[in-house]
T-cell receptor, first 116, second 109 residues
């Protein structure tokens, strides 16, 4: 089946630094990738939607200059959290929508970001 | 704007008992409805979608447009069904999923 990977699975960084999270679709091409944020025991909040080769569409209230998204190919999207603050600590999940089975979204395992 | 509501954050049943996880939505058009499941320490995965009208792991869900609901049901719960369940909606014109807040199901032995 279709698999989405994320790297790293967990990362700890200091305030003010930037951290990059990679999302890859391993065995399929993804027309669209999504980035979510999940707080403990809460639902997934969509941060942005990205299509390969074009600028990401950010949800209301999400700072695009802080959460940089690059979708350079049909199998790779990256989320860079710039100038990280402790309140950015969260679980970040990416999801990819298949070029073939466009109704289904496949989710990555998530990345736990802790900003100290 | 569309919205998905799961009124129960926690649901606990005994093994073998019927279980129903409630999901209501608000959307003026014709939505696509999904149920996703997240087992402990695992990623989110699709359980079923209303268009396919199938039963997965004994679970079924019927879209009731009159009541704007998409409740998930299983007649005999199993311990391995314990997980977090999310109802989600996608508009016919969009690609994004809108998730409910989730229901943590615990099936006790």
């Amino acid at each position: 089946g279709a698999v989405v990977s994320q790297h790293p699975s967990r990362v700890i960084c200091k305030s003010g630094t930037s951290v990059k999270i990679e999302c890859r679709s391993l065995d399929f091409q993804a027309t669209t990738m999504f980035w979510y944020r999940q707080f403990p025991k809460q639902s997934l909040m969509l941060m942005a939607t990205s299509n390969e080769g074009s600028k990401a569409t950010y949800e209301q209230g999400v700072e695009k200059d802080k959460f940089l998204i690059n979708h350079a190919s049909l199998t790779l999207s990256t989320l860079t959290v710039t100038s990280a603050h402790p309140e950015d600590s969260s679980f970040y999940i990416c999801s990819a929508r298949s070029l073939v089975n466009s109704y289904e979204q496949y989710f990555g395992p998530g990345t736990r970001l802790t900003v100290t | 704007a569309q919205r998905v509501t799961q009124p129960e954050k926690l649901l606990s049943v005994f093994k073998g008992a019927p279980v129903e996880l409630k999901c209501n939505y608000s959307y003026s058009g014709s939505p696509e409805l999904f149920w996703y499941v997240q087992y402990s320490r695992q990623r989110l995965q699709l359980l079923l979608r209303h268009i396919s009208r199938e039963s997965i792991k004994g679970f079924t869900a019927d879209l009731n447009k009159g009541e704007t609901s998409f409740h998930l049901k299983k007649p005999f719960a199993q311990e391995e069904d314990s997980a977090m369940y999310y109802c989600a909606l996608r508009t016919t014109s969009g690609s994004r999923l809108t998730f409910g807040e989730g229901t943590q199901l615990t099936v006790n032995p």
